[in-house]
């Protein structure tokens, strides 16, 4: 009698924040991980944690402007795990300048990275499971900045938008395979680098926009993943983690 696969998920952007969460409440699940970052050095430790002991988890080197790298990562993961059954779409690129400013370039890399390189990382895993005809979970992780306006950020808001149609496009093509694509939408998560770089006052008037008057943490996002990843018949949705923000 063959032995059971245990299920395998790719995280991009795992470092830090909410990809890490998503790995480490995955990992707790019993997942096998992959998770990566453009700098290998920040997943020296983080590979580390004890809430990967049970699993295996692989460090990967990834760069969303790069087809390459992207057909190299989603390779190795289906290698090394035998297959790949979640993918977590989480790296992104943001761009804080006045819309009058931004250059060709700017956009380039911001929309390239955020949306062109999430999509052919959903199509090579989409690919690999129709191949293989195995169930798949797709989780984009956008923003409210997708959702509603806020100055300076244009090209980032516009690259999340982007995504949270993509999702919708991705999941009525292929619901005849089974492979389920939905969006999660935080609002701005409190990270330790957000409470650096925002004072007091700046966090005051951003909460005050959200009705239950607190910050998501990365750890409701992760938890809205495993939720999705479990949902059998859930797809092409977007679920807003952002204390009602986006319900006003």
Not at 97 to 119: F, R, T
Request: net charge positive; hydrophobic share 40%; glycine share 8%.
């Amino acid at each position: 009698m063959s032995k059971i696969r245990p299920r395998a998920a790719l995280i991009t952007g795992g470092s830090t924040g909410i990809g890490l969460s998503i790995a480490r409440v995955l990992a707790k699940e019993g997942l096998n991980i992959t998770i990566t970052s453009r700098d290998m050095n920040k997943l020296t430790n983080v590979v580390k944690h004890k809430d990967f002991k049970n699993i295996t988890v692989i460090p990967m080197e990834l760069e969303l402007l790069s087809k390459e790298s992207i057909n190299e990562v989603i390779q190795k993961s289906i290698d090394k795990f035998g297959g790949l059954d979640v993918l977590v779409n989480n790296a992104a690129t943001p761009l804080i300048k006045p819309a009058i400013n931004v250059s060709w370039d700017d956009w380039d890399i911001v929309v390239n990275s955020n949306l062109k390189g999430s999509y052919f990382m959903s199509t090579l895993f989409a690919d690999h499971c129709i191949t293989k005809k195995k169930n798949g979970s797709i989780i984009n992780i956008s923003s409210t900045h997708g959702l509603v306006g806020l100055a300076g950020r244009t090209v980032y808001g516009i690259s999340k938008g982007g995504m949270i149609q993509m999702t919708r496009m991705l999941a009525i093509e292929w619901a005849k395979d089974n492979i389920r694509v939905n969006t999660i939408s935080p609002a701005t998560v409190m990270t330790e680098s957000r409470q650096k770089s925002l004072d007091h006052s700046a966090r005051k008037n951003m909460l005050n926009r959200i009705p239950l008057g607190q910050f998501p943490e990365d750890v409701d996002v992760a938890d809205a993943a495993l939720f999705l990843v479990n949902s059998k018949n859930i797809t092409g949705q977007n679920i807003a983690v952002d204390g009602g923000l986006t319900a006003i």
